[in-house]
Protein backbone atom coordinates (compact mmCIF):
# COMPACT_ATOMS: atom_id res chain seq x y z
CA UNK A 1 0.00 0.00 0.00
CA UNK A 2 1.28 3.51 -1.41
CA UNK A 3 0.22 6.94 0.76
CA UNK A 4 -0.81 9.50 -0.96
CA UNK A 5 2.37 11.69 -2.30
CA UNK A 6 3.01 14.85 -0.87
CA UNK A 7 2.43 17.73 -2.17
CA UNK A 8 4.25 20.59 0.19
CA UNK A 9 8.39 20.51 -0.06
CA UNK A 10 9.38 19.27 2.95
CA UNK A 11 12.64 20.04 4.81
CA UNK A 12 13.60 16.79 6.82
CA UNK A 13 15.50 16.65 9.46
CA UNK A 14 16.58 12.95 10.87
CA UNK A 15 17.89 11.94 13.81
CA UNK A 16 18.79 8.35 14.77
CA UNK A 17 18.17 9.90 18.56
CA UNK A 18 17.44 13.06 20.48
CA UNK A 19 16.11 14.21 23.66
CA UNK A 20 12.97 15.23 21.91
CA UNK A 21 11.47 16.05 18.23
CA UNK A 22 9.74 19.33 19.66
CA UNK A 23 12.99 20.86 20.85
CA UNK A 24 15.02 20.06 17.83
CA UNK A 25 12.08 22.00 15.77
CA UNK A 26 11.94 24.86 17.89
CA UNK A 27 15.88 25.16 17.53
CA UNK A 28 15.51 24.75 14.22
CA UNK A 29 13.49 27.22 13.70
CA UNK A 30 14.96 29.38 15.76
CA UNK A 31 18.02 29.13 13.69
CA UNK A 32 15.72 30.07 10.63
CA UNK A 33 15.41 27.13 8.70
CA UNK A 34 12.03 27.80 6.68
CA UNK A 35 8.74 25.55 7.11
CA UNK A 36 7.38 23.55 5.57
CA UNK A 37 9.55 21.56 8.41
CA UNK A 38 9.96 18.22 9.97
CA UNK A 39 11.94 16.74 12.72
CA UNK A 40 11.85 13.17 13.04
CA UNK A 41 13.60 10.43 15.24
CA UNK A 42 14.68 6.98 14.99
CA UNK A 43 14.69 6.84 18.62
CA UNK A 44 13.45 10.04 21.65
CA UNK A 45 14.60 10.10 25.31
CA UNK A 46 11.91 12.39 26.50
CA UNK A 47 9.11 12.37 24.24
CA UNK A 48 6.51 14.92 25.06
CA UNK A 49 3.15 14.77 25.10
CA UNK A 50 -0.37 16.50 26.40
CA UNK A 51 0.30 18.16 29.59
CA UNK A 52 4.32 17.90 29.10
CA UNK A 53 4.04 14.82 29.81
CA UNK A 54 7.72 12.95 29.10
CA UNK A 55 7.96 9.23 27.80
CA UNK A 56 10.94 7.20 26.34
CA UNK A 57 10.30 6.00 22.44
CA UNK A 58 11.94 3.22 21.43
CA UNK A 59 13.12 2.26 17.47
CA UNK A 60 9.74 1.55 15.29
CA UNK A 61 7.76 3.60 15.93
CA UNK A 62 7.20 7.42 13.96
CA UNK A 63 8.10 10.73 16.32
CA UNK A 64 8.02 13.24 14.10
CA UNK A 65 6.87 17.27 15.06
CA UNK A 66 6.26 19.29 11.87
CA UNK A 67 5.69 23.08 11.49
CA UNK A 68 3.72 24.34 8.04
CA UNK A 69 3.16 27.90 7.43
CA UNK A 70 -0.61 29.04 7.88
CA UNK A 71 -2.13 31.78 6.23
CA UNK A 72 -6.03 31.68 7.06
CA UNK A 73 -7.18 32.85 9.77
CA UNK A 74 -7.81 30.87 13.27
CA UNK A 75 -9.89 31.63 15.43
CA UNK A 76 -9.04 29.87 19.16
CA UNK A 77 -11.85 27.89 19.16
CA UNK A 78 -10.38 26.42 16.17
CA UNK A 79 -7.26 26.27 17.57
CA UNK A 80 -8.77 23.96 20.41
CA UNK A 81 -10.38 22.05 17.88
CA UNK A 82 -6.55 21.55 15.87
CA UNK A 83 -5.37 18.26 17.93
CA UNK A 84 -8.71 16.33 17.08
CA UNK A 85 -8.86 17.21 13.52
CA UNK A 86 -5.24 16.18 13.61
CA UNK A 87 -6.11 12.37 15.09
CA UNK A 88 -8.52 12.68 12.15
CA UNK A 89 -6.60 13.11 9.46
CA UNK A 90 -4.19 10.90 10.94
CA UNK A 91 -6.88 8.14 11.04
CA UNK A 92 -7.64 8.85 7.54
CA UNK A 93 -3.97 8.47 6.55
CA UNK A 94 -3.85 4.84 8.01
CA UNK A 95 -7.34 3.74 6.61
CA UNK A 96 -5.50 1.98 4.15
CA UNK A 97 -3.63 -0.25 6.46
CA UNK A 98 -6.47 -0.66 8.77
CA UNK A 99 -9.76 -0.71 7.08
CA UNK A 100 -10.51 -3.79 7.94
CA UNK A 101 -8.42 -4.28 11.51
CA UNK A 102 -10.48 -4.93 14.53
CA UNK A 103 -11.54 -2.94 16.94
CA UNK A 104 -11.68 -0.20 15.03
CA UNK A 105 -9.26 2.50 14.87
CA UNK A 106 -11.48 5.28 17.28
CA UNK A 107 -10.48 8.62 18.80
CA UNK A 108 -9.78 9.48 22.10
CA UNK A 109 -10.37 13.13 22.60
CA UNK A 110 -8.48 15.46 22.55
CA UNK A 111 -5.54 13.39 20.69
CA UNK A 112 -5.37 9.85 20.86
CA UNK A 113 -5.95 6.92 18.69
CA UNK A 114 -7.08 3.99 20.49
CA UNK A 115 -7.71 0.63 19.33
CA UNK A 116 -10.43 -0.70 22.10
CA UNK A 117 -8.93 0.96 25.40
CA UNK A 118 -5.08 0.19 23.98
CA UNK A 119 -3.24 3.92 22.52
CA UNK A 120 -2.10 3.57 19.32
CA UNK A 121 -1.09 7.40 18.60
CA UNK A 122 -1.11 10.54 20.23
CA UNK A 123 -0.91 14.16 18.28
CA UNK A 124 -0.03 17.58 19.81
CA UNK A 125 -0.70 20.69 17.96
CA UNK A 126 0.08 24.39 18.90
CA UNK A 127 -0.60 27.58 17.12
CA UNK A 128 2.22 30.48 16.76
CA UNK A 129 1.07 34.05 16.32
CA UNK A 130 1.84 37.10 15.04
CA UNK A 131 -0.22 40.01 15.71
CA UNK A 132 -3.49 38.23 16.46
CA UNK A 133 -2.60 35.98 13.21
CA UNK A 134 -1.78 32.50 13.27
CA UNK A 135 1.53 32.27 11.59
CA UNK A 136 2.56 28.52 12.00
CA UNK A 137 0.68 25.48 12.67
CA UNK A 138 3.16 22.73 15.05
CA UNK A 139 1.77 19.19 14.75
CA UNK A 140 3.83 16.33 16.82
CA UNK A 141 2.76 12.93 15.79
CA UNK A 142 3.76 9.66 18.25
CA UNK A 143 2.37 6.65 16.56
CA UNK A 144 3.16 3.43 17.70
CA UNK A 145 4.88 1.39 14.66
CA UNK A 146 6.59 -2.04 15.73
CA UNK A 147 8.36 -1.91 18.82
CA UNK A 148 8.42 -3.75 22.82
CA UNK A 149 5.35 -1.98 24.19
CA UNK A 150 3.52 -2.45 27.27
CA UNK A 151 -0.51 -1.65 27.85
CA UNK A 152 -2.38 0.05 27.49
CA UNK A 153 0.11 1.12 24.55
CA UNK A 154 -0.48 -0.86 21.14
CA UNK A 155 1.44 -0.92 18.23
CA UNK A 156 0.17 -1.27 14.58
CA UNK A 157 2.41 -4.62 14.53
CA UNK A 158 0.32 -6.04 17.26
CA UNK A 159 -2.94 -4.70 16.18
CA UNK A 160 -2.24 -5.53 12.33
CA UNK A 161 -1.01 -9.09 12.96
CA UNK A 162 2.18 -8.90 12.66
CA UNK A 163 2.04 -5.91 9.61
CA UNK A 164 3.15 -2.75 9.59
CA UNK A 165 4.44 -0.16 7.67
CA UNK A 166 8.14 0.86 7.03
CA UNK A 167 9.64 3.09 8.75
CA UNK A 168 9.66 5.47 5.16
CA UNK A 169 5.84 5.07 5.04
CA UNK A 170 4.71 5.58 8.15
CA UNK A 171 6.94 9.11 7.26
CA UNK A 172 5.01 9.67 4.87
CA UNK A 173 1.35 8.69 6.64
CA UNK A 174 2.47 11.59 8.96
CA UNK A 175 2.94 14.22 6.71
CA UNK A 176 0.22 13.12 4.43
CA UNK A 177 -1.82 13.68 7.58
CA UNK A 178 -0.66 17.23 8.38
CA UNK A 179 -1.00 17.61 4.83
CA UNK A 180 -4.61 16.54 5.00
CA UNK A 181 -5.52 18.72 7.78
CA UNK A 182 -4.16 21.87 5.97
CA UNK A 183 -5.91 20.80 2.44
CA UNK A 184 -9.64 20.18 4.12
CA UNK A 185 -9.13 23.65 6.82
CA UNK A 186 -8.13 25.61 3.47
CA UNK A 187 -4.93 26.77 4.23
CA UNK A 188 -3.67 25.27 0.87
CA UNK A 189 -1.34 27.70 -0.95
CA UNK A 190 0.11 26.76 -4.41
CA UNK A 191 2.76 28.36 -3.72
CA UNK A 192 3.78 26.37 -0.63
CA UNK A 193 3.21 23.34 -3.56
CA UNK A 194 6.20 24.73 -5.55
Known sequence: MQPVPLLL???LHY????????RDLSRCLQQGTEPPLAVVARR?????????RQWQSPAGGLWLSAAIPWQRPLSPAAAEQLPRRMAAALAAQLAPWTAEASPP???KSPNDLMVGQRKLAGVLSSVTWRGGQPRLLRFGIGLNGRHPIAPPG???EQWLNGRCPRFDQLLLIGLGAIERLAREAGNWDTELCL
Not at 44 to 52: F, K, S
Open 9 to 11: PWR
Open 15 to 22: VPLCASTE
Open 44 to 52: QRYGVGQHG
Open 105 to 107: LTI
Open 154 to 156: ITL
